[in-house]
């Protein structure tokens, strides 16, 4: 059984991995109504991605014997202005994200919880390639982006990513 303290960060944790979801679904509709269909595409698997996050979460806290509290998801929140904005703001979403795990990290430390302080370990690493992946798209934007043919381009390297259920 996990502490009070413990169950309800956890929760708060599952809702920011959902809220992360919403974002990226609003992304991808940004994405595709102005042309970007490749660019979409990369946001809706990423939504998904999101919701495993949350789901092994879920699993997680039934699995220690505690309570799931689902709790109303806020809109999401982002400026939908140009490409590279988008992918800036997600990026520093994705470091709020980190940051709340580098919390769950030490409260469950603190709390002398240690199957949680192992659990979560895989959203450490995770958050790592996340921030990677984020800086990366950016960077190629501020580089190309500016030319049609490059953007074009890019959009079809996003496209061809792959949906791929996470490896816990
Ligand atoms: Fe599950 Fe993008 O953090």
Not at 103 to 111: G, L, R, W
Not at 116 to 138: C, H, K
Request: some cysteine; glycine content about 2%; proline content about 2%.
């Amino acid at each position: 059984m996990i502490s009070e303290k413990i169950k309800n960060v956890l929760n708060e944790q599952i809702n920011k991995e959902f809220y992360s979801a919403y974002l990226y679904l609003s992304m991808s509709a940004y994405f595709a109504q102005i042309g970007l269909y490749g660019f979409s595409e990369w946001a809706k698997i990423q939504s998904k991605e999101e919701i495993d996050h949350g789901m092994i979460l879920f699993e997680y806290i039934l699995n220690r014997n505690s309570q799931v509290h689902l709790v109303q998801l806020e809109t999401p929140k982002f400026e939908m202005t140009n490409p590279i904005s988008v992918f800036e703001q997600i990026y520093n979403h994705e470091r709020s994200i980190t940051s709340a795990i580098d919390s769950v990290a030490n409260m469950s430390e603190s709390d002398c919880d240690l199957a949680t302080r192992n659990f979560i370990d895989w959203y450490l690493s995770e958050q790592i390639e996340e921030e990677a992946m984020v800086s990366r798209i950016i960077s190629k934007l501020k580089a190309f982006g500016e030319e049609k043919s490059a953007l074009y381009l890019i959009d079809r390297e996003l496209g061809s990513r792959e949906y791929e259920r996470p490896e816990y």
